[in-house]
């Protein structure tokens, strides 16, 4: 079956950096566009970014320019490089996966979820 786990979470000052990783497996991942949510206490969960399995990216406005989500398709593997990092970061980040092309912001758009792993940014 399809598994993502994620890891690299942690207790971070703010400005500061965070790298997530997601592996995969049980699916053919190249073949899969991936993202990563977040869930802060008390909120929806949001998008945040995801990759097509072209390569193409696409971001959330809040962390444009600060984050940057990448893939390895030999490692079955999606990164969330995370900068300048702000106490609005916290939250449980999400990895997902679809074999979509469309609704690719929307939670509905994905067909696999990890457990997630937790980010907090203190100020």
């Known amino acids: 079956q399809v598994q993502l786990v994620e890891s690299g979470g942690g207790l971070v000052q703010a400005g500061g950096s965070l790298r997530l990783s997601c592996a995969a497996s049980?699916?053919?991942?190249?073949?899969?566009?991936m993202g990563w949510f977040r869930q802060a206490p008390g909120k929806e969960r949001e998008f945040v970014a995801h990759?097509?399995?072209?390569?193409?990216?696409f971001y959330a406005d809040s962390v444009k320019g600060r984050f940057t989500i990448s893939r390895d398709n030999a490692k079955n593997t999606v990164y969330l490089q995370m900068n300048s990092l702000k106490p609005e970061d916290t939250a449980s980040y999400y990895c997902?996966?679809?074999?979509?092309?469309?609704?690719?912001?929307?939670?509905?758009?994905?067909?696999?979820w990890g457990q997630g792993t937790q980010v907090t940014v203190s100020s």
């Open positions: 049980g699916l053919t991942f190249s073949g899969y566009a």
């Open positions: 990759i097509r399995s072209g390569g193409s990216t």
């Open positions: 997902v996966a679809t074999l979509k092309t469309y609704m690719l912001f929307s939670r509905v758009g994905y067909d696999y």
